[in-house]
């Protein structure tokens, strides 16, 4: 997976910002973690394996048009977040942060715990908001994301949907 990005950037040396932040978008995805509804009753391989094998061309699309925008709102929550921590003497990556577990920040001093918190809220119903607006459900989301994650097919493809958008954009 890796290297195939990394032939892309040689041919395409004007794009290795974007394509870096191409693949720098794909590896957090993994943490994120939209909230969803309610949880599937099927085993975690069964759902892996159903999410896999259908997902489509307009879902690919609809996944990597999230993606870009999450990102947007991502930078911008990452910064807030950091900025206030160091008010605190205390370094971002001292914390995990994600919107499937709000909660996990408790080792946030109380004095900013409340500002990361709005922050972070803000930034998952953006996302959320996001998602939706691309055409897909918070679940099949995740579902994309977690298939992204174990087949490189899919990797492949949500990469190229990813550039293709980029040139597009530009």
Known sequence: MTSHLAKQMSFRPRKTSKLLAIGLISSWLGIVGLPIASVTELPLTTQAAIAQSSITNEEINQYARAVLLIDQYRNAAYTQIKDILLTVNMDISEINISC??????????????????S???????????????????????????????????????????LIRLQQQSE
Do not use: K
Not at 130 to 153: C, K, M, Y
């Open 119 to 161: 922050i972070l809220t803000q930034y998952c119903n953006q996302s959320q908001d996001a998602v939706e607006a691309a055409g897909l459900s918070p679940r099949r989301f995740n579902e994309i994301t977690q298939a992204h994650a174990e087949d490189s097919t899919i990797f492949e493809r949500i990469q190229q949907e």
């Open 100 to 117: 499937s577990d709000p909660d996990n920040i408790s080792d946030v001093p109380r004095s900013v715990r409340r500002d990361v918190r």
